[in-house]
């Protein structure tokens, strides 16, 4: 079993920056992908970000491209999403989750394994 939880949603307003944090745990010596996911209100959950298990890779969706960068620990299973620029499209419940057993298209929802809670981010005009 792997837990996951994130943090440092909140409210802040369009062109200002959050950090959203995640943390995997639960499987000693385990090291695992993870992706950052979004659902707004009435609309599918979407793909955000995601690294590979050493970050040596990353992915974008388009629309964040440029504004926002993950990043992560690899020893410790913590990730991060650094949100720039953020506007009120990106108003969503932000979700992380982790794969564990593959297979290994990060961008697909179906992948993983295990997904946190969720956090809110809210931005104001």
């Known amino acids: 079993q792997v837990q996951v939880v994130e943090s440092g949603g909140g409210l802040v307003q369009a062109g200002d920056s959050l950090t959203l944090s995640c943390a995997a745990s639960g499987r000693p010596g385990g090291r695992y992908p993870i992706g950052w996911f979004r659902q707004a209100p009435g609309k599918e959950r979407e793909f955000v970000a995601a690294?590979?298990?050493?970050?040596?890779?990353?992915y974008y969706a388009d629309s964040v491209k440029g504004r926002f960068t993950i990043s992560r620990d690899s020893a410790k299973n913590t990730a991060w999403l650094q949100m720039n620029s953020l506007k009120p499209d990106d108003t969503a419940v932000y979700y992380c989750?982790?794969?564990?057993?593959?297979?290994?298209?990060?961008?697909?929802?179906?992948?993983?394994?295990?997904w946190g809670q969720g956090t809110q981010v809210t931005v104001s005009q």
């Open positions: 989750a982790a794969v564990v057993y593959g297979p290994l298209d990060l961008t697909r929802a179906t992948t993983y394994d295990y």
């Open positions: 690294i590979s298990w050493n970050g040596d890779s990353t």
